[in-house]
Nanobody, 121 residues
């Protein structure tokens, strides 16, 4: 499966953005989907994951309550709604797809190219 992330941009602190990740192929609905981010000079970190059916989500603590992951299997797309953005949310955001494994680390086989989110103070 090929993944294409979009929706990044420049936003002021307190603002919102919605990221999208479009997947190619007809098997999108079997994949668990995740969002990760990598800030300048830092390691990549897990943000959120949604299971294949959309019935289960996992978030990293710092994003819980501000970020919402969702998916539309009919459109082969996963979303990350980001509210109350902070300057420390500035990073390149990546989407990923996988079938099994730890949802926070190794559970992904395919990665998108990333989309840059910049939050100004």
């Amino acid at each position: 499966v090929q993944l294409q992330a979009s929706g990044g941009g420049l936003v002021q602190a307190g603002g919102s953005l919605r990221l999208s990740c479009a997947a190619s192929g007809r098997t999108f609905s079997i994949y668990n989907m995740g969002w990760f981010r990598q800030a300048p000079g830092k390691e990549r970190e897990f943000a959120a994951r949604i299971n294949w059916s959309g019935s289960s989500t996992v978030y990293t603590d710092s994003m819980k309550g501000r970020f919402t992951i969702s998916r539309d299997n009919a459109k082969n797309t996963v979303y990350l709604q980001m509210n109350s953005l902070k300057p420390e949310d500035t990073a390149v955001y990546y989407c990923a797809a996988g079938i099994s494994g730890d949802p926070r680390t190794t559970g992904y086989d395919y990665w998108g190219q990333g989309t840059l989110v910049t939050v100004s103070s």
